[in-house]
């Protein structure tokens, strides 16, 4: 939620603020502003709605200088109005914050600021922290952020900026991503998100919670909490500023739905080992004896990672054995779940940085289990935080809506499955002829990605309904799911998913001649099961749109469209049956106006509860 971006350099500041707000556009779009230390002076311009409206305000109102910061806001506390955006200063005129997270305690803290005489002129939570590090302020603004952060309860990622030391500019981070950038002749970068400034250089360090950095003339250094020096390695980013671009898509999510074949390749590359039949994972290498003896499976994650915990429930506890539970994060956080020896905890997060993910991985950790990951961001706090994991390389994901994420998801889950089934029941032949279907995959997602037209057809004689129904059995009861909650997101049509047997427990009662069902069919050992539900679909004047293999010729006299995809084993077939969906939600949201690549009232990456 929300993007921070900072700079201290010899350049002018406010190019590259409002570049970088650009890039993390996705993370929040509610408002934005930039604050710039123009000689010697804190000036700020913000603005409601999207950053188009700040870049529009800056015409008029120029910022000269080489130090500054800026936000764009994903609303928490206060509506999205030009008074609560970011940066906020506090009541001297000196300092100025931008925040990410949640101050848990400001309510305390803003009525004790108010019997001091402070007078607050926003709805948010951040502008206590300007305020009151403002008054800890006497000539030293890390003495001051330090002290205030103490005070402090709840998430944070900071940058500050003080108009008495035009020369430093301050970040802090916990529980809430920040990215310390490091250029060429002593320009310094902060960022929630890399792709902010990788314009500008690859050489990064992700920062810890309760690191403290101060960027001074033309260095840094790093403190914790308690005024301690710490070190950080300086990393090599590994995608470069072409991965961050449209590269001629209308959309970042189109783009995002055509780049899977070359994603599931790089997810795979090195990881299969076809003369063993078998999958070798470094990430897990440490904790590879320790796999053989777990003898039950957690898996938490929030959302469309949530989704694919499901495909890989299904898939662990057919090749390997183990039972398997899939929790929401948010719940499993806030129970008292029984992990006993033997328990392995997977958090799954897309970003890395997913608040509740984290804090249900940190709970299994304290409550002895084996906790590992499953994440796309490289130094995120999830993937350094676990005892081990696997790291998706999908690259950069822009488009709110996961797309590449979700497959590459599912690619890592059935790679882990063979793995422990290899340890345990599985034949050396089984599992050879697994990797041989894996490695097909990127080929087979390029076909059905043929099907983007034919599906943009389907989808003019469906923008205009209100509701959707997709029903999916056994692994593709998760990818109906998805599916529904892709055309949530993007197109704002009221949709569910349901196992395709639970129709007739309550929602056929919904059904009529205007509610298209989307029906995840292929031609599998449950095929007939699913023809009957479709038949009972028709019988009350549904619209049916089957996702099917080939050679399903019962669905050509009861399905109103069908969508042909590549064959493969049912438990990859979540992978390709996907696409159609991703596809159909894209194209209905694009007829429908919407803005696909920011959707209303969603934030990539979500960093607070």
């Not at 529009?56 to 500054?68: A, F, H, V």
């Not at 991985?361 to 935080?385: D, F, M, P, W, Y």
Request: hydrophobic share 40%; glycine share 8%.
């Amino acid at each position: 939620m929300c993007g921070i971006i900072g700079y201290n350099g010899k350049g002018e500041a406010l190019p590259v603020l409002v570049e970088g707000l650009k890039k993390m556009e996705y993370r929040g779009y509610d408002s934005s502003g930039v604050a710039v230390i123009d000689n010697g002076q804190i000036k700020v311009v913000r603005a409601s709605g999207k950053i188009k409206a700040l870049e529009d305000k800056l015409k008029t109102t120029p910022l000269k200088g080489s130090i500054g910061i800026a936000h764009t806001r994903w609303a928490t506390h206060g509506a999205p109005t030009e008074t609560n955006a970011h940066p906020h200063t506090s009541y001297d005129g000196k300092i100025s914050i931008v925040h990410n997270g949640i101050i848990e305690n400001y309510a305390s803290l803003k009525a004790k600021l108010i019997s001091e005489g402070i007078e607050f002129k926003s709805e948010t939570d951040t502008e206590v922290v300007a305020h009151l590090i403002a008054r800890y302020y006497n000539g030293d603004l890390k003495s001051a952020v330090l002290k205030a952060l103490k005070q402090i309860e709840g998430t944070f990622g900071l940058g500050v900026v003080c108009s008495d030391e035009p020369n430093v500019l301050i970040g802090a981070r916990r529980g809430s991503p920040l990215i310390l950038g490091i250029g060429n002749d002593g320009d310094f970068y902060l960022a929630s998100d890399v792709s902010a400034i990788i314009n500008h250089t690859q050489k990064v360090v992700y920062l810890d919670d309760n690191d403290v950095v101060q960027i001074k003339d033309g260095g840094y250094s790093i403190v914790n909490m308690s005024s301690h020096e710490v070190q950080r390695e300086v990393q090599d980013v590994e995608f470069d500023a072409d991965a961050v671009a449209k590269g001629g898509f209308p959309h970042f999510m189109l783009k995002e739905i055509f780049e899977q074949p070359e994603v599931l390749r790089n997810t795979m590359r090195g990881r299969l080992l076809t003369a063993e039949g078998n999958a070798k994972l470094a990430g897990l290498d440490t904790n590879i004896k320790e796999l053989r003896n777990i003898n039950r499976i957690i898996i938490t994650a929030c959302g469309t990672s949530y989704y694919a915990g499901m495909v890989g429930e299904y898939m662990i506890e057919d090749l390997a054995g183990v039972p398997v539970e899939v929790e929401y994060a948010s719940e499993f956080r806030y129970r008292n779940p029984i992990i006993k020896p033997g328990t392995l905890v997977i958090a799954i997060s897309q970003s890395g940085e997913t608040a509740d993910t984290l804090a249900a991985l940190r709970e299994a950790q304290q409550k002895g289990a084996t906790a590992l990951a499953i994440c796309n961001g490289v130094g995120s706090t999830i993937a350094r935080t676990s005892d081990g994991g696997v790291y998706l390389h999908a690259g950069p994901e822009i488009g709110v809506a996961s797309t590449k994420a979700f497959t590459s998801q599912v690619t890592v889950l059935a790679m882990i499955a063979l793995l422990l089934g290899r340890q345990r029941r599985l034949s050396f032949e089984t599992g050879a002829d697994i990797v041989k279907d894996l490695l097909e995959l990127p080929d087979l997602v390029t076909e059905t990605l043929k099907l983007s037209d034919s599906i943009a057809e389907i989808a003019k004689t469906l923008c205009k309904a209100n509701n959707f129904l997709y029903l999916g059995r056994h692994f593709c009861y998760p990818v109906a799911m998805e599916g529904a909650l892709k055309l949530k997101e993007i197109s704002y049509i009221h949709a569910e998913g349901y196992p395709a047997a639970e129709m007739k427990h309550g929602p056929i009662a919904l059904i009529d001649e205007n509610m298209p069902v989307v029906v995840i069919a292929p031609k599998d050992s449950l095929f007939d099961k699913i023809i009957s539900n479709i038949r009972e679909i028709k019988a009350r004047g549904g619209k049916v749109i089957a996702v099917t293999t080939e050679d399903c010729h019962p669905l050509d006299e009861i399905a109103d469209h069908i969508i042909t995809v590549p064959k493969t084993r049912p438990m990859l077939m979540p992978i390709l049956a996907c696409i159609p969906l991703q596809l159909l939600a894209y194209h209905i949201a694009v007829l429908r106006g919407n803005d696909v690549d920011q959707p209303r009232n969603l934030a990539k990456s979500v960093t607070v509860e």
